[in-house]
């Protein structure tokens, strides 16, 4: 048994430490690549299964190191960062699967591998992060892992979808550290806890706060791509598929979503961040982002990039949930991290599997392509459905609660954003639905790699998605269950709101 | 004369003024005690009875070992440039007798600056420098290597400073002294020889550096 | 008795008495000299965990008449940092220089490391002066050992301005000893009053200093010299020569001249620091080539050091300690950083045959322990987590914030957006298509040398330490400074 | 004291004119001049330093210095002399 001071930081290292020895690796050693990998993956899963343990039993779990005087690196797990950790871990362990099905036969898998797994360890670092300062390294490490990822092709244009990846999220991260920094030259040490750590504060900087609050805002929105500071992400979907997957469905986006939810609950209390009329904000940036997001990824025909605008919007219903004063809102939020996510890698995986065994990548090559790949098609579906809200999906939970907490907080308009959003997302995914099951393949596909055999496409390509698609409908159709997502999600909320 | 010559010369007698006004003060109104008693006082313990060498090579003995560092660095940095420069002609038959009388003479009176530089004035520097112009004077006078032994022993003439300096040091801090402490009973004779290494480092980079460049005597 | 400060001194200059007399041997007697030297450095650094701060009177004859060493927190981390990077510089010169230069390059190697070392343990005002010529002879005939036009020409402006630098710096000394009768600092610091002597000495000696130290706008020689040199060269030039300027800067700074001459020299010092910044980050995104752009960021990192000045001043003591931890780490975190750009700059260009950054894509992408010892410099040059550089610049910031001097945060933030500016513009290339074996990429014409494993050590190790080590591991340095001399 | 006096200033003056011609003029020969005129200056300030009347020994300390400095001078000088000469003239 692991004692609680190693866990956190045995987590961490669970990825980190095969990563660096997948970077000394030589490109031709594939097996040994492998095993490192999934033997990581693994252990990080049943290490976090002993976390949520300890967390459900309301043990404190922490792993502290001190930087320097009155600076210190913590890594403790409450129910939030506990949700998002075993979200990584269980998103992570799949697409490894995949990206060792996708990438195996291209050049620098060694570097690939290394900052995959970098990748992963930072956003569990700062999914952990006992406060602000250990967020931000983490948050930074996060940009420098997956900057590597995003120019792994080494193609012009992932060379340019790259430097604006970086140009966004440095500058962003240079907002998040001005806004960290004033903060602790205000209020010390920031530590995440439950309900806030600024209350003392309230009414002698309130001035102050609200800039602080804006400056963190601005940091985080960019790598959760809320309106106008969502640029990077369609560019960054030149980066392989796996990539993309865990960027949109993971690690990059839900970070930023994350680091919302940890400001306004656990920074700032709702109660102050209510007071000081920051939520109304927050709200009315987040609608316009959902609209604006599902707009754009009507007009797209290539299916990355209108998944790509569909996630600008998707998740900003997490931060959307933050932003509604009462604790039904926020359940509604935080579940859609997870659900989102699941839903989201999915339809990665199939847009992955769709370029990789018949080198179709824009939504008008798709007629038919469910007789000719029908799992990966049905995983499509399953995920698209999802985003919709169509019930017993995943997605609907997320908008049911939202909706519910809306009304109660007496904010009706938010209703009409729900609503409209979703007729817009079934707007943009039931063309593709159609053509993919109703109309007829073409006589031959535009690059078929992989031919049909005993399965559609490479195994390790089709059960990643398979096997999120089922977790998916899962979530939706147990979300009463003990374990699940949801109910995780209520303690949450119950924990925040002080219930 | 621009503009900005006459800026800088204004800055410049604004400065003057300021220095010479703080010179002033210091000298005159502060003029505090400064070192020159207690020295004074303890050249006795020093070994030698020139204050000026008392200072040099014992109370101030670490600031002349890193200047022959210097030196050292200095010739280095000379050969590390490249071959010697091609000498001047052999000499007519006056400059020539008058050399054949001169450079003994230098070589005479350095050493003894060497010698009376333990009571009086005089010591390594100047012997040196003495070394150093004879073989200035041999080389103005024809003599391609300025009358300097061949590369392998001017590297052993060079470096022999510090290393006298370092090595005496050295031994006597493991004798259970402290680093650069001569203890009086041999004071005299230690600081004797590490003058007279002095004298003919000295006056050897002097010459080579003269040279402007690594005599490594390949001649056209 | 051993006296391990002297022995830092004492070492080099044997062993550099030793190489110049046997060229022959002169790799193996320096190598060794070096693992000597450093163990000593190591020794003076793990009496003053233990003993706290380190004096030694150089021939027994005691201050003032005698010349004093001395090792305090402060100087020893310095210290220890400097003989890590040379050691490192050492092992990565063996297999760098042709055996023609390695004759020179040894024994004059060596000199410049007991200057070294000797002005980190400097404390005598004079003593200072002929350990700085020392070191600025022995540096810039080492820069000028390739013995190009260009090099010449560059690191013979740098010897001058260095000379007038030192002259300046002497006529300060001069000063302070017709008005105060003594050259020790600390008796110095004890009799020195506020009034035109601390206003007129302090401005002669810090002026000299700063020249030498390539302050903005007094840097205008330091990109030529540095990036004109041999790698090894350039590497010790950035990482060290001017971080012994700088330290005695501070060192003069905080022990004599800060308690009397008020707030306005600190200020002025930190609006230079802000406009070397951004001068130097800007020049280093518009270098063309790689080792300028590496040359232009030391005048940047130089500024970074300075911008502490006037929130040194102002801060009272727990947090003054706390800031000048985070100005050493920084300046630590520097000198690793840089000596690993700057060799591994060195390889690319041996392997590339030139260091044209818009060409160097091949050349990086076929050496990736290079890349990434290129990489891991530059998120400790922008100070990005988890470089000990971040944790300084957070330090910094929350400081100046605390203190309402936002302003100089705002240069900080300024700087860190300009410099992942120029630093991710060159890691950019690490990302093209595969890399073939090298020669068959860069065409042709230009010559490429094989590059060895032994030789990219260095380079990434010191990247590491600068870019995690002393991000996660510096708060010993906290509990050093503790023994500082007040 | 007035003898004092005299040589000091005459040591800030010989200081300020090498400054002046190091800062005035391009050539590196010429500048290199300069600096050794500064040195000098120094000299004689230190040299005035050590002056006590001639009754009384002056003070040996800082004729050592100046003794010291002359060495670290005459180097410098040296090393410069030899890279100046490595160049081509175009550029003095």
């Known amino acids: 048994?692991?004692?609680?001071?190693?866990?956190?930081?045995?987590?961490?290292?669970?990825?980190?430490?095969?990563?660096?020895?997948?970077?000394?690796?030589?490109?031709?050693?594939?097996?040994?690549?492998?095993?490192?990998?999934?033997?990581?993956?693994?252990?990080?899963?049943?290490?976090?299964?002993?976390?949520?343990?300890?967390?459900?039993?309301?043990?404190?779990?922490?792993?502290?190191?001190t930087l320097a005087p009155g600076l210190d690196l913590v890594l403790s797990a409450d129910a939030l960062s506990v949700l998002f950790v075993t979200l990584s871990t269980v998103l992570w362990l799949v697409t490894t699967v995949y990206a060792i099905g996708y990438l195996e036969h291209s050049p620098h898998r060694?570097?690939?591998?290394?900052?995959?797994?970098?990748?992963?360890?930072?956003?569990?670092?700062?999914?952990?992060?006992?406060?602000?300062?250990?967020?931000?390294?983490?948050?930074?490490?996060?940009?420098?892992?997956?900057?590597?990822?995003?120019?792994?092709?080494?193609?012009?244009?992932?060379?340019?979808?790259?430097?604006?990846?970086?140009?966004?999220?440095?500058g962003g991260g240079v907002l998040l550290l001005t806004g960290a920094v004033w903060l602790r030259s205000l209020a010390g040490p920031v530590d995440f806890s439950q309900g806030g750590m600024l209350s003392d504060l309230a009414g002698v900087y309130d001035g102050q706060l609200i800039v602080i609050f804006f400056l963190l805002l601005g940091g985080l929105g960019v790598k959760a791509a809320l309106i106008p500071l969502h640029g990077w992400l369609p560019q960054a979907m030149v980066a392989p598929a796996p990539v993309s997957a865990l960027l949109h469905a993971v690690a990059v986006v839900k970070a930023g979503a994350f680091g919302i939810i940890r400001v306004v609950y656990d920074i700032y209390g709702?109660?102050?961040?209510?007071?000081?009329?920051?939520?109304?904000?927050?709200?009315?940036?987040?609608?316009?982002?959902?609209?604006?997001?599902?707009?754009?990824?009507?007009?797209?025909?290539?299916?990355?990039?209108?998944?790509?605008?569909?996630?600008?919007?998707?998740?900003?219903?997490?931060?959307?949930?933050?932003?509604?004063?009462?604790?039904?809102?926020?359940?509604?939020?935080?579940?859609?991290?997870?659900?989102?996510?699941?839903m989201k890698i999915t339809l990665f995986f199939c847009a992955g599997n769709y370029a990789e065994t018949l080198g179709v990548h824009k939504v008008s090559e798709m007629n038919g392509v469910g007789r000719r790949m029908p799992w990966t098609t049905l995983a499509f579906t399953v995920g698209a459905l999802g985003m919709i809200g169509v019930p017993p999906m995943a997605g609907f939970v997320s908008k049911w609660y939202l909706g519910l907490g809306a009304a109660e907080a007496g904010s009706d308009w938010v209703l009409l954003v729900l609503v409209a959003s979703s007729l817009l997302n079934a707007a943009y995914f039931f063309p593709i639905l159609f053509r993919a099951w109703f109309k007829d393949p073409p006589a031959r596909w535009p690059e078929e790699h992989i031919s049909a055999g005993r399965l559609e496409t490479a195994g390790a390509l089709l059960w990643p998605p398979v096997v999120t698609a089922m977790l998916a409908l899962a979530a939706g159709i147990f979300a009463a269950a003990p374990v699940s997502p949801l109910e995780w999600a209520e303690l949450i909320a119950r924990r925040e709101y002080g219930l | 004369m621009t503009l900005r010559h006459l800026f800088l010369l204004g800055t410049l007698a604004v400065i003057g003024a300021a220095l010479a006004w703080v010179f002033w003060?210091?000298?005159?109104?502060?003029?505090?005690?400064?070192?020159?008693?207690?020295?004074?006082?303890?050249?006795?313990?020093?070994?030698?009875?020139?204050?000026?060498?008392?200072?040099?090579?014992?109370?101030?003995?670490?600031?002349?070992?890193?200047?022959?560092?210097?030196?050292?660095?200095?010739?280095?940095?000379?050969?590390?440039?490249?071959?010697?420069?091609?000498?001047?002609?052999?000499?007519?038959?006056?400059?020539?007798?008058?050399?054949?009388?001169?450079?003994?003479?230098?070589?005479?009176?350095?050493?003894?600056?060497?010698?009376?530089?333990?009571?009086?004035p005089g010591g390594a520097f100047q012997a040196g420098a003495l070394l150093g112009a004879a073989g200035v004077i041999l080389r103005l006078s024809g003599r391609p290597d300025a009358g300097l032994p061949p590369l392998t022993w001017l590297r052993l003439t060079i470096v022999l400073g510090v290393l006298a300096f370092v090595a005496a040091a050295l031994v006597l801090m493991a004798a259970g002294y402290g680093f650069l402490t001569f203890p009086l009973a041999v004071a005299k004779w230690v600081i004797l020889a590490i003058e007279s290494a002095a004298t003919l480092a000295i006056g050897a980079t002097l010459a080579a550096a003269y040279l402007a460049g690594e005599p490594l005597g390949v001649r056209t | 008795m051993i006296d391990w400060l002297a022995l830092t001194v004492a070492l080099p200059l044997l062993g550099s008495v030793l190489a110049a007399a046997i060229p022959a041997r002169s790799p193996g007697i320096g190598m060794a000299t070096g693992l000597l030297t450093t163990t000593a450095a190591l020794s003076v650094g793990v009496l003053i965990a233990h003993a706290g701060e380190l004096r030694s009177d150089l021939g027994g004859w005691g201050v003032p008449l005698g010349i004093a060493l001395q090792a305090d927190g402060l100087s020893g981390a310095l210290l220890v940092m400097a003989n890590l990077v040379a050691l490192g510089i050492s092992a990565y010169a063996l297999g760098y220089f042709a055996s023609g230069l390695r004759r020179h390059f040894w024994p004059l190697w060596l000199l410049l490391w007991s200057a070294l070392n000797a002005l980190f343990l400097a404390a005598d005002v004079f003593n200072i002066y002929v350990t700085l010529e020392l070191l600025g002879i022995a540096a810039a005939a080492l820069g000028a050992?390739?013995?190009?036009?260009?090099?010449?020409?560059?690191?013979?402006?740098?010897?001058?301005?260095?000379?007038?630098?030192?002259?300046?710096?002497?006529?300060?000394?001069?000063?302070?000893?017709?008005?105060?009768?003594?050259?020790?600092?600390?008796?110095?610091?004890?009799?020195?009053?506020?009034?035109?002597?601390?206003?007129?000495?302090?401005?002669?000696?810090?002026?000299?200093?700063?020249?030498?130290?390539?302050l903005f706008p007094l840097h205008f020689w330091l990109p030529p010299a540095h990036a004109q040199a041999p790698a090894p060269v350039s590497a010790a030039l950035s990482a060290l020569v001017v971080?012994?300027?700088?330290?005695?800067?501070?060192?003069?700074?905080?022990?004599?001249?800060?308690?009397?001459?008020?707030?306005?020299?600190?200020?002025?010092?930190?609006?230079?620091?802000?406009?070397?910044?951004i001068w130097g980050s800007w020049r280093a995104f518009r270098s063309e080539r790689l080792k300028l752009l590496a040359a232009y960021s030391t005048v940047a990192q130089v500024g970074y050091l300075f911008l502490f000045f006037p929130l040194l001043a102002a801060a009272a003591l727990p947090k003054q300690q706390e800031l000048l931890g985070a100005l050493l780490l920084l300046a630590l975190t520097h000198g690793f950083a840089k000596a690993g750009l700057f060799l591994s700059a060195g390889l690319l260009q041996k392997h590339a045959g030139h260091d044209r950054i818009a060409e160097l894509g091949p050349a990086i992408r076929s050496l990736p322990a290079v890349a990434f010892a290129m990489g891991l410099a530059g998120v400790a040059l922008v100070g990005l987590p988890p470089s000990g550089a971040f944790i300084a610049k957070w330090i910094l910031l929350t400081e100046s914030f605390a203190m309402d001097r936002w302003w100089w945060a705002l240069v900080v933030l300024v700087g860190t957006l300009m410099a992942s500016a120029y630093v991710f513009r060159l890691l950019a290339n690490a990302f093209g298509p595969a890399a073939h074996q090298g020669a068959v990429e860069l065409g042709g014409d230009v010559q490429t040398e094989k590059i060895g494993r032994m030789i990219q050590a260095p380079a990434l190790l010191m990247a590491l330490v600068a870019a995690v080590l002393l991000g996660l591991g510096a708060e010993p340095l906290w509990t050093l400074l503790g023994s500082r001399s007040p | 004291m007035a003898t004092q006096l005299l040589f000091g200033l005459v040591g800030i003056i010989l200081f300020l004119l090498g400054v002046w011609s190091f800062l005035a003029h391009r050539p590196l020969l010429r500048k290199l001049i300069a600096l050794n005129v500064m040195g000098a200056g120094v000299f004689h300030v230190l040299v005035a330093v050590a002056y006590r009347g001639l009754e009384k020994t002056p003070d040996p300390i800082p004729h050592a210095l100046v003794l010291t400095g002359i060495v670290v001078a005459v180097s410098a000088t040296a090393l410069a002399l030899t890279l100046g000469q490595r160049l081509e003239h175009e550029d003095d």
């Not at chain 3, 050992?145 to 013979?156: D, K, P, S």
């Not at chain 3, 700074?253 to 008020?262: E, K, Q």
Request: charged letters at 10%; proline letters at 4%; hydrophobic letters at 55%.
């Open chain 3, 243 to 277: 971080k012994a300027a700088f330290y005695l800067v501070l060192r003069l700074w905080i022990d004599l001249f800060a308690p009397v001459v008020g707030p306005g020299p600190g200020i002025l010092l930190g609006a230079l620091g802000a406009g070397g910044v």
């Open chain 2, 25 to 120: 003060d210091a000298v005159a109104v502060q003029a505090p005690g400064r070192l020159a008693d207690m020295a004074l006082d303890r050249v006795p313990e020093s070994g030698v009875s020139n204050p000026v060498t008392a200072v040099l090579l014992n109370f101030r003995a670490y600031d002349t070992l890193l200047e022959l560092a210097v030196l050292m660095a200095a010739i280095l940095g000379i050969w590390s440039t490249g071959p010697d420069v091609p000498g001047f002609l052999p000499a007519g038959e006056v400059l020539e007798k008058l050399t054949a009388a001169i450079v003994p003479l230098l070589i005479l009176s350095a050493g003894y600056l060497l010698w009376v530089g333990g009571h009086a």
């Open chain 1, 270 to 342: 709702v109660v102050l961040a209510e007071s000081l009329g920051l939520l109304s904000v927050l709200a009315v940036v987040t609608s316009v982002t959902i609209i604006y997001g599902s707009l754009r990824a009507l007009s797209q025909d290539g299916l990355k990039k209108r998944l790509a605008y569909s996630t600008v919007s998707q998740v900003s219903y997490i931060a959307l949930g933050a932003s509604i004063f009462g604790p039904i809102a926020t359940i509604g939020g935080v579940v859609h991290l997870v659900h989102q996510g699941i």
């Open chain 1, 1 to 65: 048994m692991i004692p609680d001071n190693i866990l956190p930081a045995a987590i961490v290292f669970s990825s980190l430490i095969p990563g660096l020895f997948i970077f000394l690796l030589d490109e031709k050693r594939h097996v040994l690549r492998t095993v490192l990998n999934m033997a990581g993956a693994l252990a990080k899963l049943g290490l976090v299964g002993i976390l949520i343990l300890g967390v459900y039993e309301g043990r404190l779990i922490e792993s502290r190191w």
């Open chain 3, 145 to 214: 050992l390739t013995g190009g036009q260009a090099a010449i020409a560059a690191n013979l402006r740098y010897l001058l301005v260095g000379l007038l630098g030192s002259m300046t710096y002497l006529l300060g000394v001069a000063i302070l000893y017709t008005g105060l009768g003594t050259l020790d600092l600390r008796l110095a610091a004890e009799s020195l009053t506020p009034g035109p002597l601390a206003w007129t000495a302090g401005a002669l000696m810090l002026g000299g200093l700063l020249l030498k130290a390539a």
């Open chain 1, 110 to 170: 060694s570097r690939f591998f290394g900052f995959f797994s970098l990748c992963v360890t930072a956003t569990v670092g700062l999914a952990l992060a006992g406060n602000l300062l250990t967020f931000v390294i983490f948050y930074e490490a996060l940009t420098l892992a997956t900057y590597p990822l995003v120019a792994h092709r080494g193609t012009p244009d992932s060379a340019q979808g790259a430097r604006v990846y970086l140009a966004y999220t440095l």
